[in-house]
């Protein structure tokens, strides 16, 4: 083993080191921004969880498996996983094994940044020595691994269906650059190793590409100091822009990973921990195709990668256009394996809204309401806006509970006050506070121990918010120790929060009630986005079904399923553009030709009832109609 | 003399001499203000309607006949639930238009408050 180069340096490695020490300067300014950014407690959350065992080792392993192995992104898509992974965790046992090998055969180099990189230049190894076999030969194959990954990138980007993807992110003109570079990279280091591999030794991929230089290039050393620059340049203009394109994921989720890990959520539109979230997106585009708006091609660009784009850019114009179109349903989120949450940073732009009219709920008097509801029955039965355009439901509810004998009473036989969901998806937080401090009122007049919901858009706004008052409009209990969130005051405590679904299912279960099964009728569920990704409530109401007929599956169901396209969520979209929408998610769930499509929420059943050829009904009425 | 009664001015609206200058305002704003046919379903299932009174119809007519305060406060009382969104005979985005309106009533400038620091969970 000899030094090759006396003085240890050689020009053609200074495009690299500024790349380097430019990417390394700006992540540092990065890391000191983002942190400033956070609120004192968050920052304090944050380093305590680094330094706690638990939390160390899991961030380790979450960083490990999500940003080099790519576990997530495989389970979704074993091609898009391979390509990930094999050029993340190549290049980094690449970057690795380099420092290995400095430090097994050169060790007083080690302070050379550089070195590691351009090892088979500065240093002449023979591939004879067992150390020099093996390290050789893993560069090779982890070369070869990458390599493979390139291809399969350069023909994705052809051929995005063959990836089982039908659209894919258009690259803007920086983050071109950003991925020719990385795309020259490899197959640079490939030749350059290869032409001096006969000098400083090589292994299977290096030695035989040597051969066959060697055969056909009267003298391959001429070729070899323009390689090795071609290379460093390649290097060099990556690492310089990536701060600019969406490469700029690799450190950015390397720091979204502890900060998840420690409990930090959104709190602020731009700042913190949803920068850090938009700087993550490797705009994979996984999530264009699970957006149910994208059946729209104009729609297309109004997926969360566009948004993350967006905020990046600061295009105020766009980022509200794209916030308000969305529907909420929560499908880009869950595909992301990144753990983007496209729906919360929607909400988080809308909520840095300032209005010139407030809405205002001192008007509102519910004594006459919380003198109604005192009395006897521990169930109360809330069936809120949506049911209430939708008298079917409210029915048919009220029958199956009349059958199985449940006492019950009404919160809102006359109209009710709402939610204040609608309001809360708005971004106005304030307000949505206001509405359900008066909904507590009123369910703590009655005194009981269950409260009933038929609408998932109501259910989950209490089962999740009614518990704590949300977040900074009554901060000062934080650290109470109630939840995680720390502000929370708990408000419906011991209150049981109940979708029709469960409670149905339980019913049924206990054998209170028992409906007439009809084996030929074929049912198909949709999954509600506020009940089943909202809730993950995805069986019971399944159950429900098979106790009173077949049940057959939708093409995309639970987790996957399709917004009805009727959501409150999206606050621009008119009923035109919502139409296809609509369709488009029928079509999902007639593949199976069934005779009845059951939903568990009264705005899906009323936006596909608007335009199916087939029955839509609510779980409440297909199982009231086959109670004798 | 009193009569036990007395005259109560007009309600009736001189069409002439009203002030359009917040309809042409609004208008631009949320222009589905002029496809709004008068039906009155939007305040017929209304939720916030029992305790402020709110009705989008009624809105309407006031902010084309200039009646400033009484628009702003029936949209104070709006509660966003979207039933009337839903009622619109003309396909109206009621719930888009009650928050353009209150959003843009004092100036078409957006304006925002990014420093507000608050959990956000949806
Ligand atoms: S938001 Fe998530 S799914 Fe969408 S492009 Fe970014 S990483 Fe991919
Ligand atoms: S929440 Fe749903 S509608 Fe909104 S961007 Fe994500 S997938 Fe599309
Ligand atoms: S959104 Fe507002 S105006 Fe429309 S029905 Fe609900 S409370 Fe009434
Ligand atoms: S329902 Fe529609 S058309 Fe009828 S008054 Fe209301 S906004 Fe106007």
């Known amino acids: 083993m000899i030094d090759r180069i006396a003085s240890g340096f050689h020009p053609f490695v200074l495009p690299f080191m500024f790349g380097m020490v430019f990417v390394l300067g700006y992540c540092v300014y990065g890391i000191i921004k983002i942190l400033c950014q956070l609120p004192a407690e968050d920052r304090r959350r944050f380093f305590i969880s680094l330094v706690t065992p638990k939390t160390f080792v899991k961030n380790i392993w979450d960083i490990f498996a999500n940003c080099l192995l790519h576990v997530k992104l495989w389970k979704r898509n074993k091609l898009l996983g391979y390509m990930h992974s094999s050029i993340a965790f190549g290049w980094f046992m690449i970057i690795l094994l380099g420092h290995l090998e400095v430090i097994f055969f050169i060790p007083d180099r080690i302070h050379l940044f550089y070195y590691p990189i351009f090892f088979n230049f500065f240093v ?3 591939e004879a020595t067992v150390g020099g076999a093996v390290m050789f030969f893993l560069m090779d194959f982890f070369l070869l691994v990458i390599l493979s990954g390139i291809a399969l990138a350069i023909i994705k980007r052809v051929r995005s269906r063959l990836f089982g ?5 258009r690259p803007s003109f920086l983050d071109t650059i950003g991925l020719y570079s990385l795309w020259a990279i490899f197959p640079l280091r490939l030749l350059a190793e290869s032409l ?28 070899m100091l323009p390689t090795w620059w071609a290379y460093s340049i390649a290097l060099g203009v990556f690492m310089t822009v990536l701060p600019f394109t969406r490469y ?7 720091m979204l990973i502890p900060m998840r890990n420690a409990g930090l959520c959104i709190r602020n539109a731009r700042r913190g921990f949803a920068r850090v979230e938009v700087f993550s997106c490797p705009n994979c585009g996984v999530c264009i195709d699970a957006c149910p708006m994208s059946v729209r091609k104009a729609n297309i660009k109004d997926a969360t990668v ?28 869950v595909v992301c394996q990144v753990g983007v949450e496209g729906n919360v940073m929607r909400v988080a732009q809308r909520a840095t809204r300032k209005y010139a009219i407030n809405q205002d709920f001192a008007c509102v008097d519910v004594a006459p309401m919380k003198e109604k509801v005192a009395g006897e029955g521990n169930v109360l039965y809330f069936a809120g806006c949506m049911t209430h355009l939708t008298p079917s439901i409210k029915k048919a509810t009220l029958s199956v509970l009349d059958k199985a004998g449940v006492r019950y009473k009404l919160m809102d036989p006359d109209g009710g006050v ?5 309001m809360l998806l708005a971004g106005r937080f304030d307000q949505a506070t206001e509405l ?15 409260l009933l919901l038929s609408c998932p858009i109501c259910y989950k706004m209490f089962r999740d918010h009614y518990g704590k008052v949300l977040g900074g409009v009554s901060g000062a209990a934080s650290g109470s120790g109630a939840g995680a969130s720390g502000a ?7 209150i049981r929060i109940v979708h029709h679904s469960e409670y149905f299912a339980e019913l049924v279960a206990a054998g209170r009630l028992r409906p007439q099964m009809t084996p030929d009728t074929r049912y198909v569920f949709h999954d509600p986005c506020e009940l089943g990704r909202g809730e993950g409530i995805y069986e019971q109401p399944r159950e429900v079904i098979r106790s009173v007929g077949t049940l057959v599956e939708a093409a995309k169901n639970l987790q996957e399923s399709i917004c009805c396209g009727g959501s409150l969520g999206s606050l621009s979209l008119g009923f035109d553009k919502r139409e296809p929408i609509t369709r488009n998610s029928l079509a999902n769930l007639c593949v199976e030709n069934p005779d009845t499509i059951v939903t568990a929420c009264p705005l899906c059943q009323s936006t596909f009832g608007r335009y199916s050829s087939v029955p839509v009904k609510d779980l409440s009425q297909v199982l009231d109609e086959s109670l004798a | 003399m009193d009569f036990g009664f007395g005259f109560s001015p007009s309600s009736a609206a001189d069409l002439d001499k009203i002030d359009l200058s917040l309809y042409h305002r609004m208008e631009k704003v949320a222009p589905d203000i002029r496809t709004c046919m008068g039906c009155g379903s939007c305040s017929a299932t209304c939720t916030g309607a029992p305790f402020s009174g709110m009705s989008l119809r009624k809105v309407i007519l006031a902010i084309q006949r200039g009646k400033e305060r009484e628009a702003r406060e029936m949209l104070s009382g709006c509660m966003l639930c979207g039933k009337c969104t839903m009622v619109c005979p003309r396909g109206i985005n009621t719930r888009n238009l009650i928050i353009s309106l209150c959003r843009y009533w004092d100036s078409d400038k957006r304006e925002y408050d990014f420093s507000r620091e608050v959990e956000v969970k949806i």
């Open chain 1, 124 to 126: 002449a190894e023979n």
């Open chain 1, 248 to 254: 700029m994921h690799i450190p950015a989720e390397m």
């Open chain 1, 418 to 422: 709402c939610c204040g969901r609608p």
């Open chain 1, 306 to 333: 566009y948004l993350n784009r967006q905020i990046r850019r600061n295009n105020e114009k766009r980022i509200e256009e794209i916030s308000d179109k969305c529907l909420l349903c929560g499908k880009c989120t």
């Open chain 1, 488 to 494: 929370a005051v708990p408000v419906l405590d011991g």
């Open chain 1, 196 to 223: 001096t591999a006969d000098i400083s030794g090589g292994s299977f991929l290096t030695l035989s590409h040597n051969w066959l230089f060697r055969q056909i290039l009267i003298d391959h050393t001429d070729l």
């Open chain 1, 165 to 169: 993807m039908r659209r894919t992110t």
């Open chain 1, 436 to 450: 359900f401090k008066r909904n507590v009122e009123i369910i703590k007049a009655s005194g009981c121990d269950t």
